[in-house]
């Protein structure tokens, strides 16, 4: 292992989204399934049941953790626009918050798309636009059209 470089690898991916995906959204599931099979071991051949694994950081590919690090902040900003499995959903809501983490994820998103390539970046793209869209409908304030979070970066979503 590297000097105080690991990284514990829990297929962050799969496991981050397991409350989003138990919505009834089908976008979501659909967004999901994409992106579950980024990292398989047909996809992904070093790939193993990574929840007990350890890998030095510099073993692990920059594709894995830039979509990682997407997942992590769809499924925050999923459950910050009141789209969390249970009954404390409306609890969660912050929009606030949300549209903090959806401008960080379209940011993401169109900065390393061009490194990701369409297999990666397509999914990624499908989820964030599902999330502005779901921001758009839990709010009661209008945003104007490329005012909404993340459409400075990605364009008017309707």
């Known amino acids: 292992m590297g000097v105080a470089s690991t990284c514990v690898l829990d297929l962050a991916c799969l496991v981050t989204f397991t409350?989003?995906?138990?919505?009834?959204?089908?976008?979501?599931?659909?967004?999901?399934?994409?992106?579950?099979?980024?990292?398989?071991?047909?996809?992904?051949?070093?790939?193993?049941?990574?929840?007990?694994?350890?890998?030095?950081?510099?073993?692990?590919?920059?594709?894995?953790?830039?979509?990682?690090?997407?997942?992590?902040?769809?499924?925050?900003?999923?459950?910050?626009?009141?789209?969390?499995?249970?009954?404390?959903?409306?609890?969660?809501?912050?929009?606030?918050?949300?549209?903090?983490?959806?401008n960080a994820l379209a940011g993401l998103i169109v900065s390393a798309a061009p490194d990701l390539g369409s297999q990666h970046a397509g999914p990624l793209r499908d989820g964030l636009r599902s999330l502005q869209l779901a921001f758009r409908e839990a709010s009661i304030v209008e945003d104007a059209p490329g005012k909404g979070p993340g459409e400075k970066l990605t364009g008017p979503v309707n």
């Open 19 to 102: 409350a989003w995906v138990t919505l009834s959204n089908t976008k979501i599931q659909s967004v999901y399934g994409k992106l579950s099979i980024m990292s398989t071991p047909e996809t992904n051949p070093d790939s193993t049941d990574a929840t007990n694994e350890i890998r030095d950081i510099a073993e692990v590919a920059a594709v894995e953790i830039i979509t990682t690090a997407a997942v992590h902040l769809m499924s925050a900003a999923a459950v910050k626009c009141g789209l969390a499995a249970g009954d404390d959903a409306e609890e969660l809501k912050d929009l606030d918050e949300a549209r903090k983490l959806i």
